[in-house]
């Protein structure tokens, strides 16, 4: 764990200062009311029942065991993310992890058991996403988004609790060791915060508002995301650990406007086990050398949470940590500030959009994910043109439906489109001051190549699916 920066208790001015920003949050949806909580506790009730009923069925029927022995293989349902860790928020997905016991195959879970979902009445938006790099089942379950992920362990029964951290890993597929790693690194992060946790809490829930309304929360498009924030948190509660919310969370634009990036960020020490295939990160790797802000997850195989991060989501994560760190500063400073909306799209002058059109909300669902997944691509294009400083882009894609006459070979007549956009800042990279691009005269952009390149990593995707 990182030294102690002050380990001072609390003032009284402190804990005022956490009601006012208990006050600044609640009208942003960041607490889950008593019906919601009830609810999602109902529903992984639900999806347990579901889970333990299915492994009977089909280890009967597909595996050929026994109805008395089938009932005693089991199965463990083990949320975990934002909802493990106690801060997530009105409508938020539930991030959950399926084990079971080895003879259950992959395979299987993404037909039958999937097949089993589909005929639940509470059951919508089902769609599996098995080729990607952590194979899921992704639904809508009483109102309530999951994200199901599969794990088959190397064990003949799960009849007890399970020990994520205990789990030998070499004994499971790369898929499974994938999926169980959000489960050991959410209960490691939990195992780290050395103070009292709903100060933890209460902070991180604060910075995530912030990130998400200064559109700076989006993995997938190379910002940062949930686990990311959770651990640079963590860190900050290392530095300070017995400080309270209100504090934790000037201290944490404090020391994230001082960081030294590319200095990874690490809560531990990184665990040696040498297991083969599983890759850890290690700066004297070339390819982990070009990790710009490396935010390391604390369970083994200690990964770069933030390997999507671009040299442009980078300057706008600086950038708003930055003004954050200076509105804590000012004498005048309220709390809501801090999660004033970004005004992007009166921000820039020039911008690049991207549009995903299907001819139902079906088809929009897959082919969205399809397209959102490659628009980090296109920024790494648009950022890398000669006269561009940097490409950004909107953290989140806007959902239209269009109607139009009917017209063979055209678009269907009514079409769902998602539409992303890119800021494109002009400017000379290679002479920055104080992050500010030198200027650049008459500025162009061609997008042919990047457009091309673009498409054809689209069309790749699509064909490998």
């Known amino acids: 764990m990182a030294q102690p920066i002050k380990t001072d208790p609390p003032t009284a001015q402190d804990l005022v200062d956490c009601e006012h920003i208990e006050a600044a949050l609640q009208p942003h949806g960041v607490f889950d009311t008593d019906d919601g909580m009830r609810k999602r506790r109902q529903v992984l009730l639900e999806v ?79 769609h599996a996403v098995e080729g990607a790099f952590v194979p899921a089942i992704k639904l809508e379950f009483g109102g309530v988004e999951m994200d199901l992920l599969f794990a088959r362990l190397n064990l003949e029964r799960l009849d007890g609790d399970l020990d994520m951290q205990t789990l030998d890993l070499r004994t499971l597929a790369p898929e499974c060791v994938r999926s169980v790693n959000g489960c050991r690194v959410t209960d490691r992060l939990l195992d780290l915060v050395p103070l009292e946790i709903d100060h933890f809490r209460l902070a991180l829930r604060a910075i995530k508002l912030w990130a998400k309304k200064r559109g700076i929360y989006s993995n997938t498009l190379g910002y940062l995301g949930g686990v990311h924030l959770a651990i640079l948190t963590v860190q900050v509660c290392q530095f300070f650990p017995n400080a309270a919310a209100s504090t934790l969370i000037k201290k944490f634009f404090w020391v994230y406007s001082k960081w030294t990036w590319p200095n990874p960020v690490k809560l531990c020490p990184q665990e040696d086990h040498s297991i083969g295939g599983l890759n850890q990160w290690n700066p004297s790797n070339w390819k982990d050398q070009e990790d710009l802000m490396p935010i390391l997850t604390p369970a083994y195989p200690s990964q770069n949470a933030a390997f999507n991060v671009t040299r442009s989501t980078l300057h706008r994560i600086q950038a708003e940590v930055k003004r954050a ?141």
């Open 48 to 126: 347990n029942r579901i889970v333990q009923q299915w492994v009977v069925e089909v280890s009967q029927s597909k595996y050929g065991l026994s109805e008395e022995v089938a009932k005693t293989v089991g199965a463990q349902v083990l949320p975990f993310g934002s909802y493990r860790l106690g801060v997530h928020t009105q409508g938020g997905d539930i991030d959950t992890l399926l084990c079971f016991p080895r003879h259950i195959q992959r395979d299987e879970f993404f037909k039958s058991f999937y097949a089993k979902l589909a005929e639940h009445p509470d059951v919508a938006d089902l």
């Open 325 to 465: 760190y200076a509105l804590t500063q000012s004498s005048t400073f309220e709390w809501s500030e801090l999660w004033a909306p970004v005004p992007f799209f009166t921000e820039y002058k020039h911008y690049v959009t991207v549009t995903a059109i299907a001819g139902s909300p079906a088809d929009r669902v897959a082919y969205e994910g399809l397209v959102e997944s490659s628009v980090r691509q296109l920024v790494l294009s648009l950022q890398n043109e000669p006269d561009v400083a940097f490409a950004i882009p909107f953290p989140k894609g806007y959902q239209t439906e269009t109607t139009s006459p009917p017209v063979e070979d055209a678009v269907p007549e009514t079409s769902y489109r998602t539409t992303w956009y890119i800021a494109i800042h002009f400017g000379d990279r290679e002479n920055m001051v104080d992050g500010v691009p030198g200027p650049v005269h008459s500025p162009s952009l061609d997008l042919e190549t990047p457009a091309r390149l673009f498409y054809e990593k689209i069309q790749w995707k699509q064909a490998n699916m």
